[in-house]
């Protein structure tokens, strides 16, 4: 089974960035992180990371026609306006989880909104970087959810 974990902006610069809001630790940390959950998990996992917003539906919509079973999206700065982004999202039926290494709901008021959110069947927020290998569970208890017909 093939999932696709998408960073969007400034993703790359963690442990650089802001480290009160997103941590110490950097993208290579958050890379073998998520590599560890694949291999406990036998799961094939990609990583996409851009900064521009064309290549992040470029990459949705490959998705749609590579196999990739689930999607895990931080679409970063791009959740609060890119309706491009949500309508790529929408465009597919695999599960998708929106993630969110802040809390941002406790953040400024434009951060509280996730234009993207709605085109997702969940969001994680707040957990830090331990919110991907949650997020990437959930998605694989979707899948398989309707690979059994049933709801979660």
Not at 45 to 74: K, L, P, W
Not at 95 to 112: G, L, N, V, W, Y
Request: aromatic share 8%; hydrophobic share 40%.
């Amino acid at each position: 089974m093939k999932l696709l974990v998408i960073n969007g902006p400034n993703i790359n610069f963690l442990g650089i960035r802001e480290r009160t809001v997103y941590g110490n630790e950097d993208y290579d940390y958050l890379l073998k992180l998520i590599a560890d959950k694949g291999t406990k998990t036998g799961t094939e996992i990609e990583v996409f990371q851009s900064n521009h917003e064309g290549a992040i539906i470029d990459r949705i919509q490959e998705a749609y026609f590579d196999g990739t079973a689930g999607i895990v999206i931080n679409p970063g700065a791009y959740t609060h306006y890119s309706y491009a982004i949500r309508d790529a999202l929408a465009s597919i039926t695999v599960p998708k989880i929106e993630i969110h290494i802040s809390d941002i709901t406790k953040r400024e008021a434009f951060r509280q909104v996730s234009v993207t959110k709605e085109a997702c069947d969940a969001q994680i927020y707040g957990r830090g970087l331990s919110g991907y290998p949650d997020a990437i569970d959930l998605c694989l208890q979707l899948i398989k959810a309707r690979c059994e017909g049933m709801e979660v």
